[in-house]
């Protein structure tokens, strides 16, 4: 496969990692994961968080690092590595995960609409809304994509203010005791927290539309450890505010938090919630729905549109026939872990596979 070539107006400033990054991985994942993760290692949760935050850096080190090597995307390294056969099939798996990803986003979403919100309203009718919107920002091409990631992040912070007020009521000896797991455990931990750190992954196809793109690993650094933070900020508030047994049976920790805001112009605050959380999660829709299609254009030689509508029909389908609390927990259970296990132990093998190439061509 030939080299990726982008047109230096579809691309984007290596700033705008920043907000690639950090607007994929926050999202439906920073609603729930306090419940597992306060399951498998309690109060020494914090450090599977920091840990899966450090793989999570050695991840995108290696991503540079492989794209330094080749520059261009997974599908041109996949190829470069193993041959246009194998590289295929591996580029297929990536832009099947990439969908399935997407998907569960959407699905989860329209979840937390139904129980928090409008329980009459039918998944097929959200669906819709959603994939219409995704439709349209993905047609209007990369740009466009980062200018939502963008805003999400900048009119989302405001949201900060829910695990400060759950502060007023917290108890922080619940945050004690420390260091009383097994290594084994802290590991396990990661697994739970390996959701809300998703999202990364996603520089493997919008590389080529970064203007010098290696400068922009700092970048994607910086967004990565922000995430990890925020992540952080949002365990130790909700370990603070919940005893463990009671944060191991709840299920949404940060929505049912909000049900103890109290203003004098609001009587349901988790309304206001759950409803500006669409403007947090549309990054996460819009963007592995992005990466798909271009992957399948890049395969394929097809207009990235058209994907685009095979996705979202067999989005709709789903949510029209399939889609159950049953279904949700499954498509969770693909995702998260095995999709982190699954790139924590692909990239390294690309990166030697890609070094051994190198290697043979010089001798």
Same mark, same amino acid.
């Given at each position: ?72 995307? /997974?599908? %041109?390294? *996949?190829?470069?590595? !193993?041959?246009?056969?194998? $590289?295929?099939? #591996?580029?297929? @798996? +990536?832009?099947? =995960? ?35 919107? /995704?439709? %349209?920002? *993905?047609?209007?091409? !990369?740009?466009?994509?980062? $200018?939502?990631? #963008?805003?999400? @992040? +900048?009119?989302? =912070? ?206």
């Amino acid at each position: 496969m030939n080299q990726v070539s982008v047109n230096d107006k579809y691309k984007v400033s290596p700033f705008y990692v920043f907000f690639l990054v950090h607007a994929m991985q926050v999202g439906l994942g920073l609603l729930s994961f306090q419940r597992d993760l306060a399951k498998a290692t309690g109060t020494d949760g914090w450090i599977s968080i920091l840990l899966t935050g450090l793989i999570v850096h050695i991840l995108i080190w290696l991503i540079y690092k492989i794209f330094r090597m080749v520059p261009g995307d /997974i599908i %041109y390294a *996949n190829n470069h590595a !193993f041959g246009k056969w194998i $590289g295929n099939l #591996f580029s297929l @798996i +990536f832009i099947l =995960y990439f969908f399935v990803l997407g998907m569960t986003i959407i699905t989860g979403y329209i979840e937390v609409i139904h129980i928090w919100m409008f329980e009459e309203v039918p998944s097929w009718a959200l669906s819709l809304v959603f994939l219409f919107l /995704i439709y %349209y920002i *993905n047609t209007g091409g !990369f740009r466009t994509v980062t $200018g939502i990631a #963008f805003f999400a @992040i +900048f009119l989302s =912070y405001w949201l900060l203010f829910v695990p400060f007020y759950g502060l007023k009521f917290a108890d922080f000896t619940n945050l004690q005791p420390i260091f009383h797991h097994t290594l084994l455990e802290i590991m396990k931990g990661t697994r739970s927290t390996s959701f809300s750190m998703l999202g990364f992954e996603m520089i493997l196809m919008f590389y080529p539309f970064i203007k010098n793109a290696e400068t922009s690993k700092k970048y994607a650094h910086g967004g990565a450890l922000l995430t990890t933070l925020l992540t952080l900020l949002m365990y130790l508030a909700s370990m603070a505010f919940y005893s463990q047994k009671h944060l191991t049976i709840t299920i949404w920790p940060t929505l049912t938090m909000t049900s103890v805001i109290e203003l004098p112009f609001i009587q349901r605050f988790e309304y206001i919630m759950v409803s500006w959380w669409l403007i947090v999660i549309i990054p996460n829709m819009v963007i592995p729905l992005w990466a798909a299609s271009r992957g399948i254009k890049r395969l394929f030689n097809v207009e990235q549109k058209y994907p685009l509508w095979v996705m979202s029909i067999i989005i709709l389908l789903i949510n029209i026939f399939f889609f159950d609390r049953e279904a949700l927990y499954i498509l969770n259970k693909i995702i998260n872990p095995y999709s982190m296990c699954f790139i924590v132990l692909y990239l390294p093998l690309l990166l030697v596979f890609i070094k051994i190439k190198k290697w043979r061509k010089r001798l």
